[in-house]
C-alpha cells in the first residue's frame, strides 16, 4: 500500500496500518511520525541586526529610539487601521483598551467564556465586572444570539475574543451591542491577519488589542498593540500607557516628565514596549504574510482530511468569517465515534503517534479565582449580594462546558511544514480511531 492510499484510508476511517505499525504506538507500537514539527520561533538575520542595531544606539525605550514608532505605523498600515499603540503584552493592550473605552469600576463587561484568562483579568483589573455569555457549538466563538439576555443597565461593553485567530460573528455581535449603546473591544490577540468579510479583524469594532507573546504568529516574546480608528481613544490609550503622559503636552505648560507633563487627564502606568521587542516584531513581520499563507493551506488541507473522519469535527467559521489566522487548529472530538475512548487517553495516543495535542481551555466562568473574586470585600461593595447572585444563578453555560470536554487543539507551529506532516496527522487520528477499543480497555493511565 502506497502512503498516499494509507493517507486516503486513514481520511476515510478505515485506517490500514503497516505490520511495523500493527499497534498503536501508546501500546508499544511504532509511531506514525518520528520527526518533530516545526520549531518557534523562527529567527534570521533580520532579528540579529535589528537587536544589534537597538544594542549599539544605546535608545532602549520609546522615548529616545525609532523602532516603536516604526513599528506602529507598519502595523496600522498591515492590518488597515488609522492608530496603533505599541504596549506591553496583549494583557495591557486590553487593560489600556479598556481605559480608553472609560470602562470603571461598577460597570459590566460582556465575555466569552472560550479563551485564556487574560481577557477576564483585564476586565477585573478595571474593577469592572465579567459577565460569560455561552459559546457558539459550531465555532467555539461567543454566540451573540445570547448576548442581549446578559445586558443590564451597567454594561458598558462587550468583548468578542477571536478564538484560535477565527473571527467571532462581529456582525452578530455589533448587532447586539450597538442598539444598546456598548463599545466592542475586539481581543485579536490570537488572530493577526485574520479577516471579517474582507477586513482585517482589530479595524470592525471600536477597538482592536493583538498579543505578541511568544507562542503567537508574530512575536516578540512580549508585546502587544491595541489599534482603533478613533485618534482621541488612542491618545487616552497613550497617556495611560506612559504614566499619565500625554503625547501633546497642553501648550505652554513646559513641563516634562516630571510625573505629569501638564494635563494629567486620569490615572495611568507603565505599559510600554520596549526598542528591542520593536526590532524584533519589525523583523519577524517580514515572514508574516508567507507564514500566514503556507498555515491557510495546510489548515484547508487538514480539514478536507479530518472531515472525512467520523467523530471529528473541525471548528466551523462564522458566516462573515473570511479568513483565520490559524493561531491554533481545533476540533470537535466525539469519544462514541471512538469506541467510547475518553478524550485524555484519545491525546495521550496522539501524542505517541508524534502528533502533540491538547485539550484547550476548561471552563473559565466556574475557575474558583471567580468565586474568589465575587467574595472579595471591593466586589460585594461594588456590585451589592443581589447582583451577585444573580450574576452566579445566571453563570450556567452549558454549550460551553461541553466544547472543554471535547475540543482538541493543534498549534499553529504544525501547520508552518508540509502537506506530508497534514497527512501524518490524518493519518495518525486514524490510526487511533482503527485501535480505540485496545486503547480504551488498556490499564495506560489517562
Ligand atoms: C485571547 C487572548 N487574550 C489575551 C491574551 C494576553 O496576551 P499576553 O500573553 O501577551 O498578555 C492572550 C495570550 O495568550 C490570549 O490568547
Keep these: 500500500m502506497t502512503r498516499r492510499e494509507a493517507v486516503a484510508a486513514a481520511a476515510a476511517g478505515i485506517t490500514i496500518v503497516t505490520s511495523a505499525q500493527a499497534k498503536p504506538a501508546a501500546l508499544g507500537g511504532d509511531p506514525v511520525r518520528k520527526k518533530p514539527f516545526p520549531g518557534w520561533p523562527i529567527v534570521g538575520p533580520a532579528e540579529k541586526d535589528g537587536l544589534q542595531r537597538v544594542l549599539t544606539s544605546g535608545k532602549w525605550y520609546r522615548g529616545n529610539g525609532q523602532q516603536v514608532a516604526a513599528f506602529e505605523q507598519k502595523y496600522a498600515e498591515l492590518i488597515?487601521?488609522?492608530?496603533?499603540?505599541?504596549?506591553a503584552n496583549g494583557t495591557s493592550a486590553l487593560m489600556v483598551a479598556l481605559h480608553g473605552l472609560d470602562v470603571q469600576a461598577g460597570d459590566e463587561v460582556i465575555v466569552p467564556p472560550y479563551t485564556f484568562i487574560a481577557t477576564i483579568n483585564a476586565v477585573l483589573s478595571k474593577c469592572a465586572l465579567p459577565v460569560f455569555?455561552?459559546?457558539?457549538?459550531?465555532?467555539?466563538?461567543?454566540?451573540?444570539?445570547?448576548?442581549?439576555?446578559?445586558?443590564?443597565?451597567?454594561?458598558v461593553a462587550v468583548i468578542p475574543v477571536h478564538i484560535a485567530g477565527t473571527p467571532a460573528d462581529l456582525d452578530g455581535v455589533l448587532a447586539a451591542a450597538k442598539p444598546k449603546g456598548l463599545k466592542v473591544l475586539e481581543d485579536a490577540a490570537q488572530a493577526h491577519l485574520a479577516e471579517w468579510k474582507g477586513k482585517r479583524v482589530g479595524?470592525?469594532?471600536?477597538?482592536?488589542?493583538?498579543?505578541?507573546?511568544?507562542?503567537?504568529?508574530?512575536?516578540?516574546?512580549?508585546?502587544?498593540?491595541?489599534?482603533?480608528?478613533?485618534?482621541?481613544?488612542?491618545?487616552?490609550?497613550?497617556a495611560y500607557h506612559t504614566n499619565s503622559n500625554a503625547r501633546k503636552p497642553p501648550a505652554g505648560s513646559g513641563a516634562f516628565m516630571s510625573g505629569w507633563n501638564g494635563a494629567p487627564a486620569a490615572q495611568g502606568a507603565n505599559l510600554r514596549l520596549t526598542e528591542f521587542q520593536a526590532a524584533l516584531l519589525l523583523a519577524q513581520m517580514e515572514r508574516l504574510d508567507a507564514q500566514s499563507k503556507r498555515r491557510d493551506e495546510n489548515a484547508a488541507y487538514l480539514s478536507k482530511l479530518l472531515s472525512e473522519i467520523p467523530g471529528v469535527t473541525p471548528a466551523a467559521w462564522p458566516k462573515g468569517a473570511t479568513r483565520s489566522a490559524w493561531h491554533l487548529y481545533m476540533f470537535r472530538y466525539d469519544a462514541s465515534q471512538f469506541a467510547n475512548l475518553p478524550r485524555a487517553k484519545f491525546l495521550k495516543a496522539l501524542s505517541a503517534e508524534g502528533i502533540p495535542a491538547s485539550g484547550g481551555y476548561a471552563p473559565l466562568n466556574r475557575q474558583p479565582f471567580m468565586e474568589n473574586i465575587l467574595n472579595s470585600r471591593g466586589y460585594q461593595r461594588i456590585y451589592g449580594a443581589a447582583r451577585l447572585k444573580q450574576w452566579r444563578e445566571q453563570n450556567e453555560l452549558p454549550v460551553n462546558d461541553r466544547l472543554c470536554n471535547e475540543a482538541v487543539w493543534f498549534t499553529q507551529t504544525m501547520l508552518l511544514g508540509e502537506k506530508r506532516d497534514m497527512e501524518d496527522i490524518a493519518a495518525a487520528i486514524g490510526k487511533v480511531r482503527q485501535f480505540a477499543s485496545a486503547l480504551a480497555t488498556s490499564s495506560t493511565p489517562a
Design 80 to 87: 488597515g487601521t488609522k492608530h496603533c499603540l505599541a504596549v
Design 203 to 238: 479595524t470592525v469594532g471600536d477597538c482592536g488589542t493583538f498579543s505578541f507573546q511568544a507562542s503567537k504568529n508574530l512575536n516578540s516574546g512580549e508585546g502587544g498593540a491595541v489599534v482603533s480608528n478613533d485618534g482621541d481613544f488612542i491618545e487616552r490609550c497613550y
Design 133 to 155: 455569555v455561552d459559546t457558539d457549538a459550531a465555532s467555539f466563538q461567543i454566540d451573540p444570539s445570547k448576548i442581549s439576555a446578559a445586558v443590564t443597565d451597567r454594561t
